[in-house]
């Protein structure tokens, strides 16, 4: 925009002011424009080296603090702390452990993958890792569903042992107590699984740093586990 205002001003208005004759102004208001020009060109002409190295220095500060410049969108920020939008988003992150969702969907080639307790113990470590992120209020998962399961219908498990001791207990779990929530974190052959994350904040630059290491942690999975977050 600047570049084509300045090829208009030494093209097209020349041209106009050739093209259309100019209007003959009255004496009695004299126009004071080019006495003010005549000053300020004899001070920008006795001041050159001031502006060069003044303009100079001002664009190496400008493009230094450029650098500081945080690209985020927080609409949060658009409202007082004690207005009634920042308590109630603040109320909802406390009661249901972050307002933002996110997902990990978690894949594998094999069918019945997230019934066998090793794949189910790759997705609790992920969880505590999650769960150690600034920015997380807590996830949910299989893990969790039938870890329920599990100290429900074997009352003498520990309450620490979430995960079976094997795929064939899982099968019993989840055939004596699975509902239809689980389709909420598994599909029918089990070869998929979604790990539901909440978030407490909603500024994106903080959502983007938490996905950036979300995505690294999620490369160490091993094959032939695959993941991504959304």
């Known amino acids: ?12 208005v020349p041209a106009g002011l050739i093209i259309v004759p100019a209007r003959r102004r009255s004496s009695v208001h004299p126009d004071p424009t080019p006495a003010v020009a005549r000053h300020l060109t ?17 664009a190496i500060i400008s493009f230094a603090a450029a650098t500081n410049i945080d690209v985020s969108t927080n609409v949060l920020q658009n409202f ?12 909802i992150g406390s009661t249901f452990a972050g307002t933002v969702p996110m997902r990990v969907l978690i894949r594998s080639d094999n069918a019945e993958a997230f019934k ?3 794949n189910l113990k790759k997705i609790s470590e992920l969880q505590t890792w999650l769960k150690e992120q600034s920015e997380v209020g807590g996830s949910y998962s299989l893990v969790d ?11 003498d498990a520990s309450q620490e042992s979430k995960i079976p001791s ?8 989840l055939l004596l107590g699975g509902g239809a929530d689980l389709n909420r974190f598994a599909d029918a052959s089990f070869a ?8 407490k904040t909603a500024s994106t630059s903080a959502l983007l740093s938490l996905t950036n ?3 690294t942690r999620l490369a160490a999975l091993p094959p032939p586990l695959s993941a991504e977050d959304t």
Request: aromatic content about 8%; cysteine-free.
């Open 80 to 91: 007082a702390a004690a207005s009634s939008i920042r308590q109630n988003f603040d109320r």
């Open 42 to 58: 004899n001070f920008n002409l006795t001041h050159q080296r001031l502006f060069l190295f003044g303009g100079s220095a001002l």
């Open 145 to 155: 569903y039938i870890g329920l399961l599990h100290q429900a219908i074997v009352p």
């Open 213 to 215: 290491r979300i995505e």
């Open 192 to 199: 998929n699984t979604l790990v539901h994350v909440r978030v």
């Open 116 to 118: 066998n307790p090793k």
């Open 1 to 12: 925009g600047v570049a084509l205002s300045w090829i208009t001003a030494l093209t097209v």
């Open 166 to 173: 094997s795929t064939r207990l899982t099968n019993h779990l």
